[in-house]
Nanobody, 117 residues
Protein backbone atom coordinates (compact mmCIF):
# COMPACT_ATOMS: atom_id res chain seq x y z
CA UNK A 1 0.00 0.00 0.00
CA UNK A 2 1.41 3.36 -1.04
CA UNK A 3 1.44 6.10 1.55
CA UNK A 4 2.72 9.66 1.46
CA UNK A 5 2.53 11.37 4.83
CA UNK A 6 3.15 15.09 5.14
CA UNK A 7 4.08 16.86 8.35
CA UNK A 8 5.42 20.20 9.49
CA UNK A 9 2.58 22.54 8.63
CA UNK A 10 1.18 25.09 11.03
CA UNK A 11 0.65 28.75 11.80
CA UNK A 12 3.57 31.12 11.30
CA UNK A 13 3.98 34.88 11.21
CA UNK A 14 4.95 36.68 8.00
CA UNK A 15 8.68 36.43 7.49
CA UNK A 16 8.87 33.19 9.40
CA UNK A 17 9.95 29.72 8.30
CA UNK A 18 8.55 26.22 8.19
CA UNK A 19 9.94 22.90 7.02
CA UNK A 20 7.56 20.39 5.52
CA UNK A 21 8.39 16.69 5.34
CA UNK A 22 6.88 13.96 3.20
CA UNK A 23 7.59 10.38 4.16
CA UNK A 24 6.89 7.76 1.52
CA UNK A 25 6.27 4.04 1.83
CA UNK A 26 5.20 1.34 -0.59
CA UNK A 27 7.05 2.79 -3.59
CA UNK A 28 10.56 2.69 -5.01
CA UNK A 29 11.14 6.21 -3.76
CA UNK A 30 14.36 6.88 -5.63
CA UNK A 31 12.76 6.50 -9.07
CA UNK A 32 10.00 8.99 -8.42
CA UNK A 33 9.97 12.72 -9.02
CA UNK A 34 8.87 14.31 -5.76
CA UNK A 35 6.79 17.45 -5.86
CA UNK A 36 5.11 19.86 -3.51
CA UNK A 37 1.84 21.44 -4.59
CA UNK A 38 -0.45 23.84 -2.81
CA UNK A 39 -4.09 24.81 -2.98
CA UNK A 40 -5.50 27.97 -1.48
CA UNK A 41 -9.25 28.41 -0.89
CA UNK A 42 -11.04 29.09 -4.17
CA UNK A 43 -7.93 28.47 -6.24
CA UNK A 44 -6.59 25.62 -8.32
CA UNK A 45 -3.85 23.37 -7.04
CA UNK A 46 -0.48 24.62 -8.25
CA UNK A 47 3.03 23.23 -8.41
CA UNK A 48 5.34 24.82 -5.86
CA UNK A 49 8.53 22.83 -6.41
CA UNK A 50 9.73 19.47 -7.69
CA UNK A 51 12.94 17.48 -7.51
CA UNK A 52 14.06 14.58 -9.67
CA UNK A 53 15.68 11.44 -8.40
CA UNK A 54 19.03 12.95 -9.36
CA UNK A 55 18.40 16.13 -7.41
CA UNK A 56 17.46 18.51 -10.20
CA UNK A 57 14.86 20.94 -8.90
CA UNK A 58 12.49 23.51 -10.28
CA UNK A 59 10.31 26.12 -8.59
CA UNK A 60 7.30 28.28 -9.18
CA UNK A 61 8.34 31.87 -9.79
CA UNK A 62 6.44 32.97 -6.70
CA UNK A 63 8.67 30.95 -4.36
CA UNK A 64 12.07 31.14 -6.05
CA UNK A 65 14.74 32.29 -3.63
CA UNK A 66 12.51 31.59 -0.61
CA UNK A 67 11.71 27.86 -0.78
CA UNK A 68 14.09 24.93 -1.15
CA UNK A 69 13.05 21.41 -2.05
CA UNK A 70 15.26 18.46 -1.20
CA UNK A 71 15.09 14.70 -0.82
CA UNK A 72 16.79 11.94 1.09
CA UNK A 73 16.47 8.75 -0.92
CA UNK A 74 17.85 6.65 1.93
CA UNK A 75 15.01 7.85 4.17
CA UNK A 76 12.36 7.93 1.42
CA UNK A 77 11.58 11.47 2.47
CA UNK A 78 11.19 14.76 0.65
CA UNK A 79 11.39 18.17 2.26
CA UNK A 80 10.28 21.70 1.56
CA UNK A 81 12.10 24.42 3.46
CA UNK A 82 10.03 27.58 3.36
CA UNK A 83 11.61 30.87 4.39
CA UNK A 84 10.42 34.48 4.30
CA UNK A 85 6.83 33.27 4.31
CA UNK A 86 4.11 35.60 3.10
CA UNK A 87 0.36 35.60 3.75
CA UNK A 88 -0.16 34.57 0.12
CA UNK A 89 1.69 31.33 0.86
CA UNK A 90 -1.27 30.25 2.99
CA UNK A 91 -2.65 27.02 1.54
CA UNK A 92 -2.91 23.31 2.00
CA UNK A 93 0.38 21.82 0.85
CA UNK A 94 0.37 18.41 -0.82
CA UNK A 95 3.20 16.02 -1.49
CA UNK A 96 3.23 14.15 -4.81
CA UNK A 97 5.29 11.25 -6.10
CA UNK A 98 5.25 10.76 -9.87
CA UNK A 99 6.88 8.40 -12.30
CA UNK A 100 5.91 9.18 -15.88
CA UNK A 101 7.37 5.97 -17.35
CA UNK A 102 5.33 3.85 -14.98
CA UNK A 103 2.39 6.25 -15.33
CA UNK A 104 2.03 6.42 -11.57
CA UNK A 105 1.18 9.40 -9.38
CA UNK A 106 0.45 9.41 -5.68
CA UNK A 107 -0.70 12.14 -3.32
CA UNK A 108 -0.45 12.78 0.36
CA UNK A 109 -3.35 13.96 2.48
CA UNK A 110 -2.09 17.54 2.71
CA UNK A 111 -0.88 19.77 5.51
CA UNK A 112 -2.18 23.24 6.28
CA UNK A 113 0.20 26.19 6.21
CA UNK A 114 -1.17 29.48 7.50
CA UNK A 115 0.88 32.67 7.37
CA UNK A 116 -0.71 35.35 9.49
CA UNK A 117 0.12 37.89 12.15
Amino acid sequence: QVQLVESGGGLVQPGGSLRLSCGASGIGFSIYVMGWYRQAPGKQRELVAAVTSGGISNYADSVKGRFTISRDNAKSTAYLQMNSLKPEDTAVYYCNAANHLLIRSYWGQGTQVTVSS
